[in-house]
């Protein structure tokens, strides 16, 4: 976690809760506020204990987050609590003057003073400079809303998928491809989030072979799943965050929150 760009290490007690010092606090604080980046370093309750405490001296309090916990759920229907909603109440209770979410994958309208923060286009301009892309790559969104989402990226050809989920069980009931993919060797798969990787392996099996395939998202979550993307030898890489995944991987490339929104 950053304070005004300073690494804030939590000092803690023997049992594992924080020791919070007041100077140690206090003395992070510039022109009497506090720009927070936080990426799960700490536990989101712990971060809040620290918000509030700069709220209770007057403070104002800028937070980033790397990751909006619980964004996912955000339906209303008779099977799933919209936690996205209670998580909600609890931050626009602290106070927050203005809070940042990275690649949001939900409507932020229920956070008071909410923005988005796009990382994909930064980590699309980081692979532009690594891999010398020209253009002719296919771009490949896995629905149309990842499509309409990044609309501002240029490519002279792009896909897209259409996708049908099942409520109950949350697994993808039908796929089907909208364009072509051009002659280029390469595809570029762009999304905001990957969590178990099911969407990106079932369109990895509508690609030929012989082409080589590059994955951006804002978020990747480290489980068992996505072994299946990092170990495939057909995706030379993954640009992502660090906002849920912090062990690298041989074709994982992963980059600080703290620098991708600068």
């Given at each position: ?54 709220k209770s001296i007057g ?106 989920r099942s409520l109950d ?67 030379k890489a993954i640009y ?23």
């Open positions: 976690m950053f304070i005004n760009d300073v690494d804030f290490i939590v000092p803690r007690f023997s049992s594992g809760e924080m020791k919070l010092k007041i100077d140690d606090l206090t003395r992070l604080i510039k022109n009497n506020s506090v720009k927070i980046v936080y990426n799960g370093e700490i536990s989101i309750f712990e971060l809040f204990i620290i918000i509030k405490y700069y403070t104002q309090v800028t937070l980033y987050l790397g990751y909006l916990p619980y964004q996912r759920m955000d339906k209303h229907n008779d099977i799933e609590v919209c936690t996205l909603e209670l998580v909600a109440q609890i931050i626009n209770s602290l106070g927050i003057d203005q809070v940042f979410v990275c690649e949001p994958h939900c409507n932020l309208q229920p956070i008071n003073n909410a923005k988005p923060i796009c990382l994909v286009y930064k980590l699309l301009d980081i692979m532009k400079k690594d891999l010398n892309l020209d253009g002719t790559e296919t771009l490949i969104f896995p629905d149309k809303g990842s499509a309409n989402r990044y609309s501002k990226v240029k490519s002279k050809n792009t896909v897209y998928f259409e996708k049908v069980t949350g697994l993808i009931i039908s796929h089907q491809m909208h364009g072509e993919l051009s002659n280029s060797n390469r595809v570029i798969i762009v999304d905001d989030i990957v969590s178990t990787g099911d969407t990106l392996i079932n369109i990895i099996k509508t690609i030929p072979n012989n082409k080589e395939i590059f994955v951006v998202c804002g978020h990747f979550e480290q489980n068992k799943y996505n072994q299946r993307l990092t170990s495939n030898p057909q995706i992502t965050s660090n906002s849920l995944t912090k062990e690298p991987y041989a074709n994982l490339k992963i980059f600080d929150i703290k620098d991708l929104i600068k």
